[in-house]
Structures are given as C-alpha cells and as structure tokens.
C-alpha cells in the first residue's frame, strides 16, 4: 500500500517514477536496485525531492523530463542516474548500439517481449535551425507500475555494468553521463546571455537593412548582381543554387566538381571574389540572421536543448538553434549581464593529451605533462623544432592522414612513441575487422554494417559477382569501406576518450561552482563558458583549472598529463579569443 509522505525523509538513493497524472512514486533502492523501503506517493517530482534534502542520488528515467520542474521549483540535485542515458551506453557497449533506448523497450527485452521504437524527433516547420521535438515519452504498457518498471530495469543494468570489460570504468562513464544530463538541463535553463541590440546591429552592418517581405537584405542582393554581372551582360546566378553556379562555370569553360569555397579559391575568374563573400554572408543570414534571433532568444538568453552524448563519439549535440556553431562575427552578442564576466575556459590540444593518457606512452605522456606549448615540447623531442610539422604528425596520427607526407610523419612518431602510435594503430585495425571499439571508460563505437566488412570469402552464389571484374569491384568497395571505418575508429578512441573526460569534468565543475552564483552557460566538446558575478571570476577560473585535473584522474588514473585550459575573464565573448 502506498504511503503519502508527511514530513522529511533523507537517505543515500531514491528511485522516483511519474504518473500519468503528475504525481510521482518514490522509494528507498539498495545498492543492487531493489526496493529499500516503503514506496511514497507526491504530489509531484518537485514536491518528493524537497522532501528529501539528504538524497544523493536520484534514480529515474530520463533527466530531461524530471529536472525542468525542479529547476522551476529552485531545487538541487546533487547527483541522478538517468536510466535511459545508461541504456543507450549499455546496449552499445554489448554491440546492440541502435536498440531502442526508452524505458519501456529496456523492460520489454527483460521480459522477452515486443520493443517499442524510440519516437522519432521531428523538427519545427520553419526554423532555419529546427529544434526537434518528440511527441511525448514512450508509454509502458496499460497496467505496469512505473516504479516498479524502473526498478526492474535499473536492477538490471547495475548487474549488466558488473559484467561489462571494465565493470568500475563504466560505472564512472554511466555516472559522469548522468552528470551530463543535468548540466545540460541547467544549461538550457540557464541560457547564454545574448544581446539581441547587439545581434541586430552586427546584421545589419554585414548584410544591411532588409527590404519589405521575404526578399535578401540589401548586402547579399549587391553580391547576387555582382556575381552575375562577372558571367556577362544579361546573366542572371543565382549564388545560393549551386546548380546554377557550376553551369555558368562550366559555360565560361571552368569545370568544377562543387561550390566549395577550397575549389572555387583555386579558380581565376571576376566571380569567384564575390560569390566567397556571397557563401558566407548568406550562411550568416540562414544559421544566425533575424529569423534565428527571433525564434532563440528570449528575455536576454538563447537557450538551446542540449544533447549529452548525441553523437556517436559522445560528444554532446543540440536539437536546434545551433548552439555549438556560433560564429566568431555572432560572439559579439554574446554578452555578460552588467557587473558579470564570462570565464571562458578553451582546454589546450586535449585530445593529443587524451592519447598519451589512453596510451600510456612515457614519451608521449612527459610532452603532455609539460607546462607549455604540447606541440612545441614535441617538436624538440621529434621534430628539429618544427612546431608545425609537429602538429601535423599527431593530428595526422588521430585522424588517420597516414599516406604521403603523413606516412613520413608517422613513421617518426613511431619511433618516438610507439605505444601511442600502436594505440590508434589497433583501433583503426579493430575497425577495419568490424570488431567493436571501446574508449578507455568503455563508450562503445557503433559496430560495422555490411557495407564496412570484407566479403567471407565463401563460393560464388548464381547470378552474384560471378564476374571477375565485377567481383574485383565489389572487394575493392568493401575494402575502402573497411579503411574508411577503420579511420573513423581510430580517431574514435580519442575522441570518445575526450568525451567522456568532458563530461567528469563538467560533473566536477558543477560541484564546485555549488554555492557560488555563477551558472554554466555553454559547453563545446573542450570549451565551457561560466557566467559568473565579476567578484567570482577568479574562483570560477580556479575552479575550472581543479575540475580539469580532477577529472582526469579519475578517468585515467594517475598519470604525468596535464589538462590544461586557457582561460579568459571578459565581458564579451568575441573578446576571449
């Protein structure tokens, strides 16, 4: 029998699960996910948390869908564990990456029944940048209790994470993407501060004023003359149509394969000039023109949804307005509130630092662990100095830029570092076999399709290949596949790595900027932004700089690498860089 609550309750983790009718059921869980106690029954999320000042830990299905509330209700929470985050980590990481995530689909395969699909997003008609929205959670079948569900799926993911590679590296990575998912939630309430006077002012000087309707502004309508008028009297180009583009190219006896700006700034011709101002202006008034400003930015905030973990190396993504492509020239209405700073924190190289942690190189790690400049410190051990040569050996390396003038590189990085090397060698060989691919905490890359794997090699099936030539092709294509994925993986031990050190940082940084007024704002893969009381600046910057190293140790144990930030106390973002 439910009890409903009547006065504070405290205890170490609590499982809450809501109803379709906004109350909420809550219990006590054991460190195996069982029920600890008797199950209470709220008014709502905000009403249960309130009561239980002393939770650490909150159990429930997803962050996004709880946390708003109690950020409305000016409530912390100290720590969660996002059931569906976890399930999509768990399920790459046994090789199933792409299986439904929800709660729901968790507890249909516990119980050997039909998975309901994840819902799709769907994004909002007429939005330059759409946000993606679905329509509502993935209900549980009529007549299954939703706490009861939970704790079932939460059971049996904690005994999943025992028997994962490294059971006590992904209890960290499923803990620090938990993190994630409120940091986002903050984030998003929080907003970056935005000067829509300031926005408008910067468009107009590089577009200019925009005429009545839906017509381009004056700047972008000047170029489209210009543009045609370097085809001859009486053109008329389009520079937004690239169709149109190549064909007049092609009439003046220019071919070209595309309009990408590094093609056409190889062409001599009166239209190129225009057309690269045209691309970019036009990218301006698309992505971040007053259509964006109008649909983003509300009361001196843009607030996007931001995504933990929405790409396949679990770096974050957004669901609209473009939060981590800000141009540089749209900085400029990225400003602090009077009397605020932003701290503008950009981590130095971090993913050749990743790699020497992930690797345990010696060589690589005493570079990493230098107080200066990574690819200087490299460039004396391997490099005659050539700082930049330097850099594009290890980037070369990570990103797998191995023919060539990169195959030269290699092979003196091989020499000097050879544990860092064989590293990303084995990931990129794994990839290429269609094997699975972990980081260091045990994201998982999302295994090869059949397009990615060599052909087995068994006999000719009638009416398939059976042509020499024909099959030739066909290994030829399978092969190009394998060494496209095995790029990919090679770079994705590095990359995922980064991430998952991001996200340690970000929970480690928002336990240190408790009590304080400063809010995160903004997060970019190995950027973050905290706003912050002028008088706190200083704090926040040091606080920054612990949680940097305090996350890495704890993903990567003691180690000599330092990650280092580059930190920037302005009142403007365009001027922290």
Same mark, same amino acid.
């Given at each position: 029998?439910?009890?409903?609550?009547?006065?504070?309750?405290?205890?170490?983790?609590?499982?809450?699960?809501?109803?379709?009718?906004?109350?909420?059921?809550?219990?006590?869980?054991?460190?195996?996910?069982?029920?600890?106690?008797?199950?209470?029954?709220?008014?709502?999320?905000?009403?249960?948390?309130?009561?239980?000042?002393?939770?650490?830990?909150?159990?429930?299905?997803?962050?996004? !869908?709880? &946390? $708003? %509330?109690?950020?409305?209700?000016? #409530?912390?929470? @100290?720590?969660?564990?996002?059931?569906? /985050?976890? =399930?999509?980590?768990?399920?790459?990481?046994?090789?199933?990456?792409?299986?439904?995530?929800?709660?729901?689909?968790?507890?249909?395969?516990?119980?050997?029944?039909?998975?309901?699909?994840?819902?799709?997003?769907?994004?909002?008609?007429?939005?330059?940048?759409?946000?993606?929205?679905?329509?509502?959670?993935?209900?549980?079948?009529?007549?299954?209790?939703?706490?009861?569900?939970?704790?079932?799926?939460?059971?049996?993911?904690?005994?999943?994470?025992?028997? !994962?590679? &490294? $059971? %006590?590296?992904?209890?960290?990575? #499923?803990?620090? @993407?938990?993190?994630?998912?409120?940091? /986002?939630? =903050?984030?998003?309430?929080?907003?970056?501060?935005?000067?829509?006077?300031?926005?408008?002012?910067?468009?107009?000087?590089?577009?200019?004023?925009?005429?009545?309707?839906?017509?381009?502004?004056?700047?972008?309508?000047?170029?489209?003359?210009?543009?045609?008028?370097?085809?001859?009297?009486?053109?008329?180009?389009?520079?937004?149509?690239?169709?149109?583009?190549?064909?007049?190219?092609?009439?003046?006896?220019?071919?070209?394969?595309?309009?990408?700006?590094?093609?056409?700034?190889?062409?001599?011709?009166?239209?190129?000039?225009?057309?690269?101002?045209?691309?970019?202006?036009?990218?301006?008034?698309?992505?971040?023109?007053?259509?964006?400003?109008?649909?983003?930015?509300?009361?001196?905030?843009?607030?996007?949804?931001?995504?933990?973990?929405?790409?396949?190396?679990?770096?974050?993504?957004?669901?609209?307005?473009?939060?981590?492509?800000?141009?540089?020239?749209?900085?400029?209405?990225?400003?602090?509130?009077?009397?605020?700073?932003?701290?503008?924190?950009?981590?130095?190289?971090?993913?050749?630092?990743?790699?020497?942690?992930?690797?345990?190189?010696?060589?690589?790690?005493?570079?990493?662990?230098?107080?200066?400049?990574?690819?200087?410190?490299?460039?004396?051990?391997?490099?005659?100095?050539?700082?930049?040569?330097?850099?594009?050996?290890?980037?070369?390396?990570?990103?797998?830029?191995?023919?060539?003038?990169?195959?030269?590189?290699?092979?003196?990085?091989?020499?000097?570092?050879?544990?860092?090397?064989?590293?990303?060698?084995?990931?990129?060989?794994?990839?290429?076999?269609?094997?699975?691919?972990?980081?260091?905490?045990?994201?998982?890359?999302?295994?090869?399709?059949?397009?990615?794997?060599?052909?087995?090699?068994?006999?000719?099936?009638?009416?398939?290949?059976?042509?020499?030539?024909?099959?030739?092709?066909?290994?030829?294509?399978?092969?190009?596949?394998?060494?496209?994925?095995?790029?990919?993986?090679?770079?994705?031990?590095?990359?995922?790595?980064?991430?998952?050190?991001?996200?340690?940082?970000?929970?480690?940084?928002?336990?240190?900027?408790?009590?304080?007024?400063?809010?995160?704002?903004?997060?970019?893969?190995?950027?973050?932004?905290?706003?912050?009381?002028?008088?706190?600046?200083?704090?926040?910057?040091?606080?920054?700089?612990?949680?940097?190293?305090?996350?890495?140790?704890?993903?990567?144990?003691?180690?000599?690498?330092?990650?280092?930030?580059?930190?920037?106390?302005?009142?403007?973002?365009?001027?922290?860089?």
């Amino acid at each position: 029998m439910d009890e409903v609550v009547a006065g504070p309750v405290t205890g170490g983790r609590w499982a809450l699960a809501s109803l379709d009718d906004g109350r909420v059921r809550v219990c006590p869980v054991d460190a195996r996910g069982r029920a600890a106690g008797p199950v209470r029954t709220e008014e709502s999320a905000a009403a249960a948390v309130r009561a239980r000042p002393g939770v650490t830990r909150w159990v429930w299905r997803s962050t996004a !869908a709880v &946390h $708003p %509330e109690l950020l409305a209700a000016g #409530l912390w929470v @100290e720590r969660c564990y996002d059931i569906e /985050a976890s =399930e999509a980590l768990l399920l790459g990481h046994e090789g199933a990456a792409g299986q439904p995530r929800s709660l729901p689909a968790a507890w249909a395969r516990l119980r050997g029944l039909p998975e309901p699909e994840d819902r799709a997003l769907t994004p909002r008609d007429g939005d330059p940048q759409p946000s993606l929205f679905e329509a509502g959670p993935v209900p549980l079948p009529d007549g299954v209790d939703p706490l009861e569900a939970l704790l079932e799926v939460y059971a049996a993911q904690l005994a999943r994470t025992e028997r !994962a590679e &490294h $059971p %006590e590296r992904m209890r960290l990575l #499923l803990a620090g @993407e938990s993190a994630g998912t409120l940091v /986002a939630a =903050e984030m998003t309430g929080a907003g970056v501060p935005w000067s829509a006077d300031t926005h408008r002012e910067l468009l107009v000087e590089l577009l200019g004023e925009r005429y009545a309707g839906s017509g381009l502004p004056r700047r972008l309508v000047e170029l489209e003359e210009e543009v045609s008028h370097a085809f001859g009297p009486g053109s008329r180009v389009r520079p937004d149509l690239p169709a149109e583009v190549l064909h007049a190219f092609a009439r003046a006896g220019v071919r070209l394969s595309s309009t990408r700006a590094w093609e056409l700034e190889k062409v001599d011709h009166p239209a190129v000039e225009p057309l690269l101002q045209y691309k970019k202006l036009y990218r301006l008034y698309t992505a971040h023109g007053w259509t964006w400003l109008r649909t983003w930015v509300r009361n001196g905030r843009f607030r996007a949804e931001y995504v933990p973990g929405g790409a396949a190396s679990g770096r974050w993504t957004t669901n609209g307005g473009g939060a981590l492509q800000i141009p540089k020239v749209v900085r400029r209405a990225v400003v602090a509130d009077p009397g605020w700073r932003l701290v503008v924190a950009d981590a130095d190289q971090m993913e050749p630092r990743v790699l020497a942690a992930v690797s345990r190189d010696p060589g690589l790690m005493t570079v990493a662990g230098s107080g200066g400049d990574l690819y200087t410190a490299l460039s004396e051990r391997a490099f005659s100095g050539d700082r930049a040569q330097a850099k594009l050996a290890l980037l070369g390396a990570i990103y797998g830029q191995t023919s060539g003038e990169g195959l030269k590189n290699l092979a003196a990085l091989r020499r000097r570092f050879p544990a860092a090397v064989a590293y990303v060698d084995d990931a990129a060989r794994a990839g290429e076999e269609g094997r699975l691919v972990r980081t260091h905490l045990g994201r998982t890359c999302p295994p090869a399709g059949g397009e990615d794997r060599e052909g087995d090699g068994g006999p000719d099936v009638p009416g398939e290949a059976n042509d020499d030539e024909e099959k030739r092709g066909s290994q030829g294509n399978a092969g190009a596949a394998a060494r496209a994925r095995g790029r990919f993986t090679r770079n994705f031990v590095v990359q995922g790595s980064a991430a998952d050190w991001a996200v340690l940082m970000l929970a480690a940084l928002r336990q240190r900027l408790r009590g304080l007024e400063a809010e995160l704002v903004f997060f970019q893969h190995d950027e973050v932004i905290v706003h912050c009381p002028a008088a706190e600046a200083e704090k926040v910057a040091e606080a920054i700089r612990t949680a940097a190293d305090q996350a890495g140790e704890a993903a990567f144990g003691r180690t000599p690498v330092r990650f280092a930030f580059t930190t920037a106390v302005v009142e403007c973002y365009a001027d922290a860089k």
